[in-house]
């Protein structure tokens, strides 16, 4: 029987020898030495579970457990701070960042093999219920033709867990049964259709969180309006771009992560400050980018449509560039940074954190022209601009993912960050400074 595999990531030598000497008789252990080191091996060993240390060289352990938590195929994974760290607020914040659990040096053996049997259990229940892909995100892909379900599950199976049912009531008991982070849905099928199908994930508590995109060969508007309108967060039309599909497919995922880690937030009240400023970055926090959204939506309904735009911007390059600044030498770049964007900008746009090193440009009222035109501007105003950290001059340069929407449905408004998301995606496979448009 295959023992559970467990990443430790910890910078002191006498400690791993302490972790290793308890758990190697139940444990395969895989040992990190720094934050970076343990992203990576991470991503290399696909572990069960990873104990963390929070004060770790190079990236520390809420950076890193961050930068996990936003892949979609290590999301899934538990990961348990380990610290001596005990001041008020640390647990918090370990969680908001991601974590599953926190436990204080000194090691308490029992509180140590309980967390570890809990999370492991609780892995282990989530992953019986669907296919056999740990750390991989789950994807139900609904659809009655043989052919367009053998398509897409070859094209998906390499970066996710993926179930199939071929018709409505099938997918409604799988997703009840086994809560996939995405349902992919085809909108015409026999007895209950796609758009039933997607009301009904949508409206029933326990799967509403769940991710729905329709993929069909139906183009024309009012199957699209009709398929957001039900719930549905995106939609792609046959024939498709594979390298599409799994970009809009992680996009939705990252979207998932976004609204369970601001749920946490509100229901446990994690929030460390009652600002919607981050407070590294003077820039608008997710929580305030979501309640933003929805602001939007509003106005949506009460206006019938007005257009929104977003851009979403990643710098390239980040990990070598954040191990040889570190990490208060690259967060001082990235304040930079976000000064010179908004500097850019008008009183009415949002800008907003959006990933380790990535920030959104929200842009109500502007047309899909003229955010491609400030995206350039961004980029060429980047590129030559002399970041300076500390005593080294830096060059920096971006990729930038823009996307726009005339806003006729509510439910747009989500699948414009969605949307731009999967540009940058996009534009990143193109190489660095690029900037990719698409439409919501």
């Known amino acids: 029987m295959t023992r559970p595999r467990i990443l430790l990531v910890e910078d002191m030598e006498l400690n791993r020898d302490l972790v290793v000497q308890l ?42 457990t961050f930068r996990i938590k936003q892949d979609p195929e290590l999301a899934s994974i538990p990961i348990v701070a380990l610290t001596a760290h005990a001041m008020t607020g640390d647990e918090e914040h370990a969680l908001q960042a991601g974590c599953d659990g926190f436990l204080t040096k000194p090691i308490d053996e029992n509180a140590l093999f309980a967390v570890l049997r809990e999370r492991l259990a609780k892995r282990k229940d989530a992953a019986g219920a669907g296919p056999s ?26 970066h996710f867990a993926v179930s199939l049912a071929r018709s409505g009531k099938e997918a409604l008991d799988l997703c009840a049964r086994t809560l996939p982070d995405v349902v992919i849905l085809d909108v015409a099928m026999p007895g209950m259709d796609g758009l039933e199908t997607c009301q009904r994930i949508s409206a029933a508590r326990a799967t509403a969180d769940v991710m729905v995109l329709f993929c069909s060969a139906r183009a024309d508007s009012a199957s699209v309006v009709a398929a957001l309108e039900v719930g549905g967060s995106d939609y792609i039309t046959r024939p498709y771009s594979s390298v599409e599909l799994v970009a809009r497919v992680r996009a939705a995922i990252r979207m998932k992560r976004a609204r369970e880690d601001l749920k946490r937030q509100i229901q446990g009240a994690l929030m460390p400050t009652s600002s919607p400023h981050d407070p590294l970055h003077k820039v608008w926090d997710r929580r305030f980018l979501f ?22 911007l990643g710098v390239d390059g980040d990990d070598p560039m954040r191990e040889t600044l570190g990490p208060q030498g690259f967060d001082s770049l990235i304040r930079d940074l976000a000064t010179l964007v908004l500097s850019h900008c008008h009183d009415d746009d949002l800008v907003s954190r959006y990933g380790d090193a990535e920030l959104l440009v929200l842009l109500p009222d502007v047309s899909a022209a003229r955010a491609q035109e400030l995206a350039e501007e961004l980029r060429d105003r980047i590129h030559v601009h002399p970041f300076v950290v500390g005593e080294r001059c830096v060059h920096v340069t971006v990729s930038l993912g823009v996307a726009y929407s005339d806003a ?22 193109m190489g660095p400074l690029r900037v990719r448009v698409f439409q919501a």
């Open 408 to 429: 006729r449905a509510a439910s747009a408004i989500g699948r414009v960050v969605q949307a731009a998301d999967v540009a940058l995606y996009l534009s990143r496979g």
């Open 23 to 64: 758990l190697e008789d139940e444990y395969d252990i895989v040992q990190a030495e720094d934050g970076l080191e343990g992203v990576r091996l991470a991503k290399e060993s696909k572990p069960d579970l990873i104990l963390m240390d929070l004060s770790l060289p190079g990236i520390d352990g809420w950076q890193a």
């Open 133 to 158: 892909c740990p750390g991989k995100p789950t994807v139900l892909v609904v659809d009655d033709n043989e052919d367009n379900l053998a398509q897409l599950s070859e094209e998906l199976s390499e």
């Open 291 to 312: 309640e933003r959204l929805e602001e939007e939506a509003r106005r949506v309904r009460m206006s019938h449509g007005r257009p929104l735009a977003s851009i979403l």
